[in-house]
């Protein structure tokens, strides 16, 4: 527009017949200043335009506060650092009372009593690009590094999420569920003794908003190096909710089967607390070719209310030895009950079939004390099975939990256990008589501080 109007301009101040010199001079300085306040509106609209296009540029760039940062920009979404620290503090038993025999003489366990630890120390960072998702976390708990979820995962298919990397195999419910959102400080004990893990492979998901079901296999051994677990596992789990009008009802099954290769087999449990490495029941090494888990699951809500529940069976393929059989089965169960005081309703994500973040309906600070849940437990352990000669104990722990989240991303949980053990393999309990009884009764107390990013 601007050259148009100088070529107007232009037109009109052409020399004319009978026009003087000064009156031609005139025009022309008239037609230099027009040109003049053209150029400097050009340059003005071309200052703002870049300065627009800088604040477009600017704007890309989304940052929100969801516990951490997340970064949002071209080529990239979701970017954020991850982390979690749990620092634990525990009292289990009397090792002044519970310990072992040798040549008849009593000696305590000194890994009971008080105890703490860091149980979770976790950094990582996670994001999205494209149709991509990444994933990287490692734990330095226990002055140790070690690989949590380390996976690519592609999202471009309709109902379908493909996930390749270290990551947690497709088996429980409670064991699926982040450590952060568990009822009590440690999941259900069969969880633990029967060796769920993180495994190197690939899996699979169909779904829909109530509904999942994730298939995948793995290679024995995973990030550790050992060249003995040469196995593999292959891993299946299924749930359907059932949506209310104040909750859901949650039924839930996983199958999965571990080729063991030259390693060998090895079934354990601490008494319900992590601080102590104790474990009171345990099945010593066992020659197994394979073994197949076989877990149900039962959960759900009602307004402040929620219950879990789950059964898992633990079926070993042993080496043929005489005077035994084959095959050996070890059982697990337990049932948590979750009691809001203060009204919420526990997290749960019902598209992955797993429990999730409880967010308080008043934070402290917020006008209210944040979400204060009492839980109860009941959470029962047979490493027995006579008929394949394994004597691993029997494990039962009656439980009680208070937590207290003053905003969603911080807990502090107090629990108590009273656990009975039958026939333990490991340790004997020193009567006031003198006797040693391998079938007894300890109380643990664990007390935790969380935050997670």
Same mark, same amino acid.
Do not use: C
């Given at each position: 527009?601007?050259?148009?109007?100088?070529?107007?301009?232009?037109?009109?101040?052409?020399?004319?017949?009978?026009?003087?010199?000064?009156?031609? #001079?005139?025009?022309?300085?008239?037609l230099?200043?027009?040109?003049?306040?053209?150029?400097?509106?050009?340059?003005?609209?071309?200052?703002?335009?870049?300065?627009?296009?800088?604040?477009?540029?600017?704007?890309?760039?989304?940052?929100?506060?969801?516990?951490?940062?997340?970064?949002?920009?071209?080529?990239?979404?979701?970017?954020?650092?991850?982390?979690?620290?749990?620092?634990?503090?525990g009292?289990?038993?009397?090792?002044?009372?519970?310990?072992?025999?040798?040549?008849?003489?009593?000696?305590? =366990?000194?890994?009971?009593?008080?105890?703490?630890?860091?149980?979770?120390?976790?950094?990582?960072?996670?994001?999205?690009?494209?149709k991509?998702?990444?994933?990287?976390?490692?734990?330095?708990?226990?002055?140790?590094?070690?690989?949590?979820?380390?996976?690519?995962?592609?999202?471009?298919?309709?109902?379908?999420?493909?996930?390749?990397?270290?990551?947690?195999?497709?088996v429980?419910?409670?064991?699926?569920?982040?450590?952060?959102?568990?009822?009590?400080?440690?999941?259900?004990?069969f969880?633990?003794?029967?060796?769920?893990?993180?495994e190197?492979?690939?899996?699979?998901?169909?779904?829909?908003?109530?509904?999942?079901?994730?298939?995948?296999?793995?290679?024995?051994?995973?990030?550790?190096?050992?060249?003995?677990?040469?196995?593999y596992?292959?891993?299946?789990?299924?749930?359907?909710?059932?949506p209310?009008?104040?909750?859901?009802?949650?039924?839930?099954?996983?199958?999965?089967?571990?080729?063991?290769?030259?390693?060998?087999?090895?079934?354990?449990?601490?008494?319900?607390?992590?601080?102590?490495?104790?474990?009171?029941?345990?099945?010593?090494? %066992?020659?197994?070719?394979?073994? %197949?888990?076989?877990?149900?699951?039962?959960a759900?809500?009602?307004?402040?209310?929620?219950?879990?529940?789950?059964?898992?069976?633990?079926?070993? =393929?042993?080496?043929?030895?005489?005077?035994?059989?084959?095959?050996?089965?070890?059982?697990?169960?337990?049932?948590?009950?979750?009691?809001?005081?203060?009204g919420?309703?526990?997290?749960?994500?019902?598209?992955?079939?797993?429990?999730?973040?409880?967010?308080?309906?008043?934070?402290l600070? #917020?006008?209210?004390?944040?979400?204060?849940? %009492?839980?109860?437990?009941?959470?029962?352990?047979d490493?027995? =099975?006579?008929?394949?000669?394994?004597?691993?104990?029997?494990?039962?722990?009656?439980? %009680?939990?208070?937590?207290?989240?003053?905003?969603?991303?911080?807990?502090?949980?107090?629990?108590?256990?009273?656990?009975?053990?039958?026939?333990?393999?490991?340790?004997?309990?020193?009567?006031?008589?003198?006797?040693?009884?391998?079938?007894?009764?300890?109380?643990?107390?664990?007390?935790?501080?969380?935050?997670?990013?």
């Amino acid at each position: 527009m601007a050259s148009v109007s100088a070529m107007t301009l232009a037109v009109s101040v052409a020399p004319t017949y009978g026009q003087t010199s000064e009156e031609l #001079q005139q025009q022309i300085n008239e037609l230099q200043e027009t040109i003049n306040t053209l150029k400097a509106v050009q340059e003005k609209q071309a200052y703002e335009v870049k300065e627009v296009q800088s604040y477009q540029k600017a704007d890309d760039l989304k940052v929100e506060a969801k516990g951490a940062p997340r970064f949002s920009g071209e080529g990239f979404s979701k970017f954020k650092l991850r982390g979690r620290v749990m620092a634990d503090f525990g009292v289990a038993g009397n090792p002044d009372k519970i310990g072992t025999v040798n040549a008849g003489n009593f000696s305590g =366990d000194p890994g009971l009593g008080t105890t703490s630890e860091i149980r979770r120390a976790r950094l990582g960072v996670e994001g999205e690009i494209d149709k991509w998702k990444y994933k990287f976390e490692a734990d330095f708990a226990d002055n140790d590094v070690s690989a949590a979820d380390v996976y690519v995962q592609y999202k471009g298919l309709k109902a379908v999420t493909l996930t390749v990397g270290h990551q947690k195999t497709p088996v429980s419910m409670e064991e699926n569920t982040s450590s952060r959102f568990t009822a009590f400080m440690e999941r259900g004990m069969f969880t633990d003794a029967f060796g769920f893990s993180r495994e190197l492979g690939a899996t699979a998901k169909f779904g829909g908003d109530n509904w999942s079901w994730k298939s995948g296999a793995f290679a024995g051994g995973g990030f550790g190096g050992n060249d003995e677990a040469n196995g593999y596992v292959l891993a299946s789990r299924a749930h359907y909710s059932i949506p209310l009008d104040s909750g859901f009802i949650h039924l839930g099954g996983s199958l999965e089967y571990r080729d063991k290769g030259e390693e060998q087999s090895r079934f354990r449990s601490r008494p319900g607390i992590h601080t102590t490495d104790t474990r009171l029941i345990d099945t010593g090494s %066992l020659d197994a070719r394979s073994s %197949l888990f076989m877990g149900a699951e039962l959960a759900g809500s009602y307004g402040p209310v929620s219950l879990a529940a789950e059964y898992g069976a633990m079926n070993i =393929d042993l080496v043929r030895q005489a005077g035994r059989d084959d095959s050996a089965r070890l059982d697990g169960a337990f049932v948590h009950l979750t009691y809001h005081l203060t009204g919420e309703q526990r997290g749960y994500k019902m598209s992955d079939g797993v429990w999730d973040r409880t967010k308080p309906l008043k934070p402290l600070g #917020q006008g209210g004390y944040g979400a204060i849940a %009492l839980n109860l437990g009941l959470d029962w352990l047979d490493l027995d =099975d006579n008929s394949a000669t394994i004597s691993g104990g029997e494990q039962l722990a009656y439980q %009680l939990g208070l937590t207290w989240m003053p905003i969603s991303h911080v807990r502090f949980i107090a629990n108590f256990s009273h656990v009975e053990i039958n026939n333990s393999s490991t340790a004997v309990r020193l009567r006031d008589t003198g006797q040693f009884d391998n079938s007894f009764g300890l109380n643990t107390i664990g007390l935790r501080a969380q935050v997670d990013w």
